[in-house]
């Protein structure tokens, strides 16, 4: 008899190798490429601690994860509805890949996100009094702080760049915007559910296409000459924003999290009245002051009122219904999404400032890695593609033979010829690309000898 280690392991190369999963240049809702041979092996027994968030793995199950949540989702294409694709379409629903998908979720929901039980606890008696008292000091200490998008944005060397960068995370959450809370407005949790379901209906715009706020994104997206089809820009999301979508879903997919799914709600509508005020002054500094920031300014102006719904509506009601005993799964909720933001805002920064620094890097040659211990050795033929990965260490890539380019962001490449090198850092996210006839590269690691000179 099989094991369920052993079920798990056939599930998930059912799953992750199935053709949708692999590398396509043509733009679909379905395709969406994997790192196969990466996921397959991973093990997924030990769930990652929160110092291994710049892993390669993070990155790759939170990818899986997304796939198998959208797979509840209706996608469409928005254009180009000539070539749409039928087969395509049927296989992503397909009962086959979905029972797949569903059986490997929960593990793979334990592997990227235990690590927010080992980091967060609450601690203490709480009511709804200290419940409030403390949350909207939190939320005080976001309304009056300086805004670091704002800073890092503006202060870029390309702010422009930084600013697309920076959208082109939001659109694999906005191009589907309030998705998650609809798996919570089904049932009956009484006058709570009509509650909820008005906050959703103001993010579909009250079935007025024009206001619906993915609607509004849509357009900002067209009026950065950027793409607003679903996951264009697949290769780019940061594990950290894969994090924020993938949190929703998991906290409203498992209806025993329901609780913790109504305190990130009141995190995220809370905090989104202020710090849309600091994305919306960003966008107009960025690109000036005519920039239509409606998105932004829409959230500013509503979420102000669904924080107050959220707090008045859901939460007292509910604790007054459930007891104090819920508080708690509220409070985590709160916390664990707020952690989540802070990690993808400094994962963003963090990007951004390597993405200038590149701009005034030369590639080194063969002097840049002597000394260091050769981790392997690649041989690729013309056009292959590296879906984008990132490393836990830093390391040094180097063109042996060809050339070989590699690829940052939709707007930041870098082209390496024989004998060109560059350090990629740790948690970077990249990917390459081969456009010689062939290519080998290697990539390099630092020895102790060498990080103690």
């Not at 995190?267 to 005020?277: D, I, N, S």
Request: charged share 20%.
């Amino acid at each position: 008899m099989n094991t369920l280690q052993e079920i798990f392991k056939f599930y998930l190369e059912k799953y992750v190798t199935n053709p949708l999963f692999q590398y396509h240049k043509e733009l679909t809702p379905y395709h969406r490429a994997l790192r196969a041979a990466d996921l397959l092996s991973t093990d997924f027994e030990k769930p990652l601690s929160f110092n291994e968030l710049t892993s390669n793995e993070y990155l790759q199950a939170h990818r899986v994860l997304l796939n198998i949540y959208e797979q509840d989702l209706v996608f469409l294409p928005r254009n180009n509805t000539n070539s749409w694709d039928m087969l395509s379409f049927k296989e992503f629903y397909h009962d086959d890949l979905k029972q797949a998908g569903e059986f490997i979720r929960p593990k793979l929901e334990s592997y990227v996100f235990k690590f927010l039980n080992q980091e967060i606890e609450v601690e203490g008696v709480w009511d709804i009094n200290k419940f409030e008292e403390y949350t909207s000091q939190v939320l005080n200490e976001i309304r009056t702080s300086e805004s670091q998008l704002f800073h890092n944005i503006t202060s870029s060397k390309n702010p422009q760049r930084a600013a697309r960068f920076f959208i082109a995370q939001c659109a694999g959450d906005f191009l589907t915007e309030a998705s998650a809370m609809g798996r919570n407005v089904l049932g009956n949790f009484g006058q709570e559910t009509s509650e909820l379901f008005k906050i959703f209906i103001d993010e579909y715009g009250y079935g007025v296409h024009s206001k619906k706020h993915s609607t509004l994104f849509e357009n900002m997206c067209d009026a950065l000459n950027m793409s607003a089809d679903i996951h264009t820009y697949w290769q780019y999301y940061l594990p950290s924003s894969l994090a924020l979508i993938n949190y929703f879903h998991y906290v409203s997919k498992n209806h025993a999290h329901f609780f913790k799914y109504i305190g990130a709600l009141y995190f995220t509508e809370a905090a989104l009245a202020f710090t849309t005020v600091s994305q919306s002054a960003m966008m107009k500094s960025v690109f000036g002051d005519k920039f239509n920031t409606q998105y932004f300014d829409e959230h500013t102006h509503i979420d102000v009122h669904h924080g107050r719904m959220a707090l008045e509506k859901l939460i007292k009601p509910l604790v007054k219904k459930f007891g104090n005993q819920v508080i708690s799964e509220m409070l985590l909720g709160f916390e664990q999404f707020r952690m989540l933001q802070d990690l993808a805002d400094e994962e963003l920064f963090k990007h951004v400032i390597f993405h200038d620094q590149l701009d005034h890097i030369a590639p080194s040659s063969e002097n840049g890695y002597k000394g260091m211990s050769k981790l392997n050795t690649f041989y690729e033929s013309k056009g292959l593609v590296s879906i984008s990965h990132i490393h836990p260490v830093d390391e040094f890539f180097v063109v042996d033979k060809g050339t070989v380019e590699l690829t940052f962001s939709p707007a930041v490449n870098l082209t390496l010829n024989e004998g060109e090198g560059i350090m990629l850092k740790k948690g970077i996210l990249h990917g390459s690309k081969v456009l010689s006839t062939d290519a080998t590269y290697s990539v390099y690691m630092l020895t102790d000898e060498v990080v103690t000179q």
